[in-house]
């Protein structure tokens, strides 16, 4: 009798096999060398990693009387994250948008080698990396103890848009979905300037008046990625895959949800509360 296994499995197992050699064949061939890019599943780890490390870490410092004092390595962290923001967005407008040939109507990925076209993939590379790397936002609030900042919509942002451009990279390194990738980068440079004079001292709290418009600003990136994402599906001859288009749509919509019911619980209630507190007196 064969012990060794079912020999009906093997074909399925060879068809996988088959399956995955061809998804990742179909990735643009500029990237597939390029590090994090011969395969999903490192990214994958470490977003899970992430997850456990963030699950298990609240735990773990639950057990403390209080945080570690990160004030100095935050200010760092902050100011790196803003000079690298800043970065992304003048490389996405010098290799297309704005400064580029790019245009605000269907714009496909130009998958040559021409200097411009390889300078926006890696512009989408770096951007890919500053995801993982923004995974340390939540890791901080970890050990600062900081568990109220660490909610459903951080932690859901954090690791759906390190684990999605994976696949941006891989397979539409430029073109019309980068919009939304020189946005964000706009938008972090604001909020890392925000968190590094937060983190600076008490000295600079008089200067930070600024974060509800902050996150109205968030609010605005999404109602602008939607308005632009839209347009996809209306171009009757667009050499761009619809699918991301509906990726893009799709999460736009769940973050433009999530961040207006944070703002509303943040600013709105609390002032409808005290109006009306106010009235009863």
Known sequence: ???SGDSRDSPILQHASSAYARFLSSGDPRVSDWAMMSS????FVLVALYLFAVWWGQKAMAQRSSGFELRHVMVVYNSCMVVLSAWLCHEFCASGWFFGSYTFGCQPVDASTRPQALRMA???WWFYISKLIELADTIFFVLRRKFQLITFLHVFHHAVMAASWWFGVKFVPGGFSTFHALINSFIHTLMYTYYALAAAGPQFHPYLWWKRY???AQILQFIIVIAHTMQLFFFED???PIVFGWWILSYAFIFLGLFGNFYYGA???PKKA???AIKSS
């Not at 999903?40 to 990214?43: G, R």
């Open 1 to 3: 009798m064969d012990l």
């Open 40 to 43: 999903p599943v490192p990214t």
């Open 122 to 124: 890696h512009a989408c």
């Open 214 to 216: 902050l996150t109205s």
């Open 238 to 240: 667009c050499d761009y």
């Open 267 to 269: 600013y709105v209630k």
């Open 274 to 276: 005290k109006a009306a």
